[in-house]
C-alpha cells in the first residue's frame, strides 16, 4: 500500500497558494470525519465508524410495475416475495424470476401490512378503514375480519396458529382465529399500535404511535408497559439471541418524557377480557396515514410536519429491563431495523437520505450503503441478502451481504458563499496494487448542480494538483473508488481543497448618530472614560493598560458637548475592517478626517471643537488590514445631517415690575440653532419653578413669557433664569427688582 500525501508536501501547497493567488489567507475545505462523508452521497461505497470511505455492498434494484409507494413485504419459504402497494391497493407476487404479477387487488388505497400463515397462505391488511383479507390464490380473496378501525398497522401469526392486528386510530391489538373470530387482546390509550414481534420467551412485545410506549402482552393475556419513549412513535422491534429488544423510535419528543423501563412492580398489568394499561398518552391532534407513508424530504415522515421532526433513535432493552440509547439523529429517521446473528450486528434503514446502517456491539455505526431513494422503508433477510424496500421514489431491490468491487462517492456541494478562484485538491487514500481511486471535480454558480455546470474534469493524476474546473461560487467533488479482489481495499479517509474568495467591498448597513450628549462609557473595572474618544479630545491617562480589552459591556452616560456615531458594518471574506470617520458642515466642498484606522464600531467626539451649524459624517469602511496593498476594496456611507450647537440660549427684553404684593415679570428667550427645551426662575427663599411660555409649549428657537409672582416679605428681590436648550446647553439671565 502507499500513503498518498506527506505533511512536508501539504507545507509546499499552502505556500504556493501564497505565492500564486492574491489572498493573504486561502480558505479550505475539508471532508475529514465521518459526519463531513455523511453530507455526501453514497454509492456501492460504504463508511466505517471511524470516517474511512471504502467499497461496500452495492444496492441491486429489481424492475417492477411503478407504483406511488410499496408499503408491506413478506417473504415465503420458497423464496417467493409479496410486495403491498400505497394508493393503488395492489399486491404483487415476485418468484425466483423477479417477475412480479398482480396477485390481489384491494378495494381499498393501501396494503399496509402482510403475513403467511403455516399453510402458506396469504393474509393482507388495507387501510384507511381497511380490513383483513385471505387470499388463497391469485385472484382469489375474501374478506377475513373487519376490526372496525380505520388503520391496520401489522400482522403477525402466534404459535398457536391466530392472527394478530396492531390497528389505530384507537389503538390496540386483535386476536382473531383461524375461523375470522377476532377479540381485543389489548386496548392501549396511545392513537396506534404500529408494529408486533414475538420474543424469544413466547412474550409479544408492542411498539406505538402517539407517544412511543414499548408494550409486552404475555402468553396469559397481562399487559405491561416496558418502557416510555422520549420519541412519538416505536416502528419497528427485533431481539437477538439473549432476548434483548431493540427498537426504532422516531418523531418528536412527547411532553414531559423521559426514556425509562419500568420495573415489573411499577408495569400495569391486566387480566381483563379488553386489558386497557393506565398510563397517561398524549395523542397526536391529527395522525392520519402519513404515518407510515413516507413523504417527500420536505416534510415529516411521521405527521406531514417540517423536516426538523426528521429525527429518530436507536434503543435496546435487556431482559432486566433496563433502556439505553445505542444511536441518535436529529438529522435522520429510522423506519425498519433486524437483527443479523452471524455478524451480531443492528441493521437499520433511515430517511429522508435512504441510508442503511450497521450497529456493532460497541455502539459504532457503519454506512453499509446509500441509495437514491429518500427512505429505507423496510428490511428482511433472505438467503445471505437482505430484501430492502425505499420510497420516494419507490423501489424494490436487494443488498448482498458479500463485498462489491467498486462504488462512488459525491461529496457535499462545496459554497466559497461568493466567486472564488480554486486552489489545489489533495486528498488522503491508502490504493493497494491494483486498486484505483480517481477524483474529479465541477463547479457552478447554483446551489444545486444543473446544466449550468460545468462538465466532470479529467481525473486528477495525484494528489495536489490544481483544481481543473473553472472558477465559481460552487464545487463538487467525486470519487470512485475500484478494487480487483475482497481482500485488498481502497481506502479514503481525507479530501480538502483550498480556494480563494473573490474580493468584496466591505457592506456598511447602517451608520446612525446618537442624541446630543450620548456617549459609552467603559466597564466599571476600567478607570471610567469615553469610548471611542477622538485623539484630538482625548484626556491624559484615559487607559493605562493598553492590553486590556476595550469593553466588556458599555454602558450609555451624557457628557455634556460630546456626539456619538455608531455603525453596523460586514465583509463576505470574514475580512479585518479597518474605518475611517470624516465631518464636513453644510455647503463645505471637503470632507476634514475625524478619525483615522478605527477598529471599534463608534466614535464620539467633541464638537465644542467646531462652529455651530449643520454638519454631515462620512463613514469608510475598508478591508486593507486583510489585503496586499492595491487589492483592498473599501465603500462609503454618508449620514443624515446633524446640528451641532453649543451656543447658550439668551434672555431678551425682560421686564419686571411690582403690582402691590405681585410681581409681574415678561422676557423673550432666544436660541441660534434648537429649540428651547425648559425654562426656569428662582426667586428666594423659594425653589427653582418651571414656567411655561405664551402658547403653552417649548417648541420653538424663540419663546416668549409672561407670568406673576406673589411677593412677601421675606422675599428677595433678585431674579435667576435658567434656559435649556434641546442640545443641553444652558443660559443664565439674572436681575434684581
Given at each position: 500500500?502507499?500513503?498518498?500525501?506527506?505533511?512536508?508536501?501539504?507545507?509546499?501547497?499552502?505556500?504556493?497558494?501564497?505565492?500564486?493567488?492574491?489572498?493573504?489567507?486561502?480558505?479550505?475545505?475539508?471532508?475529514?470525519?465521518?459526519?463531513?462523508?455523511?453530507?455526501?452521497?453514497?454509492?456501492?461505497?460504504?463508511?466505517?465508524?471511524?470516517?474511512?470511505?471504502?467499497?461496500?455492498?452495492?444496492?441491486?434494484?429489481?424492475?417492477?410495475?411503478?407504483?406511488?409507494?410499496?408499503?408491506?413485504?413478506?417473504?415465503?419459504?420458497?423464496?417467493?416475495?409479496?410486495?403491498?402497494?400505497?394508493?393503488?391497493?395492489?399486491?404483487?407476487?415476485?418468484?425466483?424470476?423477479?417477475?412480479?404479477?398482480?396477485?390481489?387487488?384491494?378495494?381499498?388505497?393501501?396494503?399496509?401490512?402482510?403475513?403467511?400463515?403455516?399453510?402458506?397462505?396469504?393474509?393482507?391488511?388495507?387501510?384507511?378503514?381497511?380490513?383483513?383479507?385471505?387470499?388463497?390464490?391469485?385472484?382469489?380473496?375474501?374478506?377475513?375480519f373487519d376490526p372496525q378501525e380505520k388503520y391496520i398497522w401489522d400482522l403477525m401469526f402466534t404459535e398457536k396458529g391466530s392472527l394478530l392486528a396492531a390497528v389505530g386510530e384507537s389503538g390496540g391489538i386483535y386476536e382473531i382465529s383461524p375461523t375470522g373470530e377476532g377479540r381485543l387482546v389489548l386496548k392501549a390509550k396511545a392513537n396506534h399500535i404500529l408494529c408486533l414481534k414475538r420474543h424469544p420467551s413466547g412474550d409479544i412485545f408492542a411498539g406505538s404511535g402517539g407517544r412511543g410506549l414499548l408494550y409486552r402482552l404475555s402468553p396469559g393475556g397481562k399487559v405491561s408497559v416496558v418502557l416510555e419513549s422520549s420519541y412519538e412513535e416505536i416502528r419497528s422491534l427485533d431481539f437477538d439471541r439473549e432476548g434483548n429488544v431493540y427498537f426504532t423510535a422516531s418523531g418528536q419528543a412527547a411532553k414531559s418524557s423521559t426514556t425509562s423501563a419500568a420495573s415489573p412492580s411499577s408495569s400495569s398489568t391486566s387480566d381483563k377480557s379488553e386489558p386497557e394499561v393506565a398510563v397517561a398518552i398524549s395523542a397526536i391532534a391529527a395522525l392520519d396515514v402519513d404515518l407510515l407513508i413516507p413523504q417527500s424530504e420536505s416534510s415529516s415522515p411521521s405527521s406531514g410536519k417540517s423536516s426538523t421532526s426528521a429525527r429518530g433513535a436507536i434503543f435496546q432493552v435487556s431482559a432486566d429491563g433496563l433502556a439505553r440509547k445505542l444511536w441518535s439523529s436529529d438529522e435522520e429517521m429510522p423506519y425498519e431495523l433486524f437483527y443479523e446473528p452471524e455478524s451480531k450486528k443492528l441493521i437499520f434503514g433511515t430517511g429522508p437520505q435512504g441510508r442503511i446502517y450497521a450497529l456493532d456491539g460497541e455502539e459504532k455505526a457503519e454506512l453499509l450503503t446509500q441509495a437514491a431513494s429518500e427512505q429505507i422503508f423496510q428490511l428482511a433477510l433472505s438467503a445471505g441478502k437482505i430484501l430492502?424496500?425505499?420510497?420516494?421514489?419507490?423501489?424494490?431491490?436487494?443488498?448482498?451481504?458479500?463485498?462489491?468491487?467498486?462504488?462512488?462517492?459525491?461529496?457535499?456541494?462545496?459554497?466559497?458563499?461568493?466567486?472564488?478562484?480554486?486552489?489545489?485538491?489533495?486528498?488522503?487514500?491508502?490504493?493497494?496494487?491494483?486498486?484505483?481511486?480517481?477524483?474529479?471535480?465541477?463547479?457552478?454558480?447554483?446551489?444545486?448542480?444543473?446544466?449550468?455546470?460545468?462538465?466532470?474534469?479529467?481525473?486528477?493524476?495525484?494528489?495536489?494538483?490544481?483544481?481543473?474546473?473553472?472558477?465559481?461560487?460552487?464545487?463538487?467533488?467525486?470519487?470512485?473508488?475500484?478494487?480487483?479482489?475482497?481482500?485488498k481495499l481502497p481506502q479514503l479517509s481525507r479530501v480538502t481543497v483550498f480556494y480563494l474568495q473573490a474580493n468584496v467591498a466591505p457592506v456598511i448597513e447602517k451608520l446612525e448618530i446618537l442624541p446630543p450628549n450620548q456617549v459609552y462609557l467603559k466597564p466599571p473595572d476600567q478607570e471610567e472614560s469615553i469610548l471611542g474618544l477622538d485623539r484630538v479630545s482625548q484626556e491624559k491617562n484615559v487607559r493605562k493598560d493598553k492590553d486590556r480589552d476595550i469593553f466588556i459591556s458599555p454602558k450609555k452616560a451624557l457628557r455634556q458637548g460630546f456626539r456619538t456615531i455608531t455603525w453596523e458594518a460586514s465583509d463576505a471574506n470574514d475580512d479585518q475592517l479597518s474605518y475611517n470617520v470624516y465631518i464636513k458642515k453644510e455647503n463645505e466642498s471637503s470632507w476634514r478626517l475625524l478619525q483615522d484606522k478605527i477598529s471599534e464600531k463608534l466614535l464620539s467626539f467633541d464638537t465644542r471643537n467646531f462652529s455651530d451649524g449643520t454638519y454631515f459624517i462620512k463613514l469608510e469602511a475598508t478591508d486593507q488590514p486583510s489585503n496586499p496593498a492595491g487589492t483592498e476594496k473599501k465603500v462609503e456611507k454618508i449620514s443624515q445631517p446633524f446640528i451641532i450647537d453649543n451656543s447658550l440660549p439668551v434672555v431678551k427684553n425682560f421686564q419686571a415690575r411690582r403690582n402691590g404684593d405681585r410681581l409681574e415679570i415678561s422676557f423673550e428667550v432666544e436660541d441660534s440653532y434648537s429649540y428651547i427645551e425648559e425654562v426656569k426662575f428662582l426667586i428666594k427663599p423659594e425653589d427653582w419653578q418651571v414656567v411655561f411660555p405664551d402658547d403653552g409649549l417649548c417648541d420653538s428657537q424663540k419663546e416668549s413669557f409672561k407670568f406673576s409672582v406673589r411677593l412677601t416679605a421675606q422675599t428677595d428681590n433678585l431674579i435667576l433664569i435658567r434656559v435649556r436648550d434641546s442640545f443641553g446647553n444652558l443660559g443664565t439671565f439674572q436681575s434684581q427688582f
Open positions: 500500500m502507499k500513503k498518498i500525501l506527506s505533511f512536508s508536501f501539504m507545507l509546499l501547497i499552502c505556500v504556493l497558494l501564497v505565492l500564486d493567488l492574491q489572498a493573504v489567507v486561502p480558505k479550505k475545505w475539508e471532508l475529514r470525519t465521518k459526519e463531513d462523508f455523511l453530507k455526501g452521497k453514497f454509492n456501492g461505497l460504504s463508511l466505517s465508524s471511524s470516517g474511512v470511505i471504502s467499497v461496500g455492498p452495492r444496492l441491486e434494484k429489481w424492475e417492477l410495475p411503478a407504483e406511488e409507494f410499496y408499503l408491506s413485504l413478506v417473504l415465503a419459504p420458497n423464496g417467493v416475495v409479496f410486495l403491498g402497494t400505497g394508493h393503488s391497493g395492489k399486491v404483487y407476487r415476485l418468484g425466483s424470476d423477479r417477475k412480479a404479477e398482480l396477485y390481489f387487488q384491494a378495494a381499498e388505497m393501501d396494503v399496509t401490512a402482510l403475513a403467511l400463515d403455516a399453510k402458506g397462505q396469504l393474509y393482507a391488511a388495507t387501510s384507511p378503514n381497511g380490513k383483513i383479507y385471505r387470499i388463497s390464490a391469485r385472484g382469489k380473496g375474501e374478506e377475513f430492502v424496500v425505499g420510497n420516494n421514489p419507490c423501489f424494490l431491490g436487494q443488498l448482498p451481504l458479500q463485498q462489491n468491487f467498486s462504488g462512488e462517492y459525491l461529496s457535499p456541494v462545496l459554497d466559497a458563499k461568493i466567486p472564488a478562484t480554486w486552489g489545489r485538491i489533495s486528498w488522503e487514500a491508502e490504493v493497494p496494487t491494483g486498486s484505483v481511486i480517481q477524483v474529479q471535480s465541477r463547479s457552478g454558480n447554483t446551489a444545486e448542480p444543473d446544466e449550468t455546470w460545468s462538465d466532470w474534469s479529467p481525473p486528477y493524476l495525484k494528489s495536489g494538483e490544481k483544481v481543473l474546473s473553472p472558477n465559481g461560487r460552487y464545487l463538487q467533488v467525486k470519487v470512485s473508488l475500484k478494487a480487483q479482489s475482497g481482500q
